[in-house]
């Protein structure tokens, strides 16, 4: 990240880019660890998007600082291929990493949240999308390849960090309560 300015109900992010910045322009939806956000600037090399009071804090956003390293990642077209899990940006809950052992994570969230967790069902982490692979209350476990430890800040992440989760889309639709 580049730096925020103060808005009256939230701030201003600057974020230097490089990769996503092809065709980017303003209106554009940007996930920003998983964020869903709408972009205000394009001034190459960076961009600009707000976030209001709520999402800075619901989200690990707010408390965001400069040089930070955050995952983005354009939104899906139509015309794209689906190779992966629904993922919409909607933040859930924010996280905690409370195991790491190389690749290996456990991580913990409200028990609240413990009816949306399903062994082999997915859960995005900083807006990647992850397969479960164990539960044990609220807390479940995952695993990441070399490949998205490099390429995603996730493998920046240590014990005690928070991150933003989201939990499979279709699941929150099975889960929600009749009324």
Do not use: W
């Not at 322009?25 to 660890?33: Q, V, Y």
């Not at 955050?70 to 990493?97: A, K, Q």
């Not at 996730?154 to 279709?170: A, I, Q, S, W, Y």
């Amino acid at each position: 990240m580049k730096g925020t300015s103060p808005l009256a109900r939230g701030k201003e992010l600057k974020i230097g880019a490089r990769k996503v910045l092809e065709g980017l322009k303003a209106g554009d939806s940007l996930a920003i660890d998983g964020v869903c956000l709408t972009v205000t600037e394009v001034d190459r090399p960076s961009f600009s998007v707000q976030a209001v009071e709520s999402t800075l804090r619901e989200t690990t956003l707010g408390s965001m600082k400069f040089g930070d390293k955050l995952n983005l990642e354009r939104s899906l077209s139509l015309s794209d291929r689906l190779g992966g899990h629904f993922v919409s940006g909607h933040i859930d809950t924010v996280g905690m990493i409370r195991e790491r052992v190389g690749g290996s994570f456990t991580m913990e969230v409200a028990r609240r949240f413990s009816p949306l967790l399903v062994e082999k069902g997915s859960v995005a982490i900083n807006g990647v999308s992850i397969t479960v692979s164990r539960i044990q209350g609220n807390r479940f476990s995952f695993s990441l390849i070399p490949y998205t430890l490099k390429a995603t800040n996730l493998g920046e992440k240590r014990v005690g960090d928070r991150v933003n989760v989201e939990f499979d889309l279709l699941g929150k639709y099975l889960t929600k309560p009749k009324i």
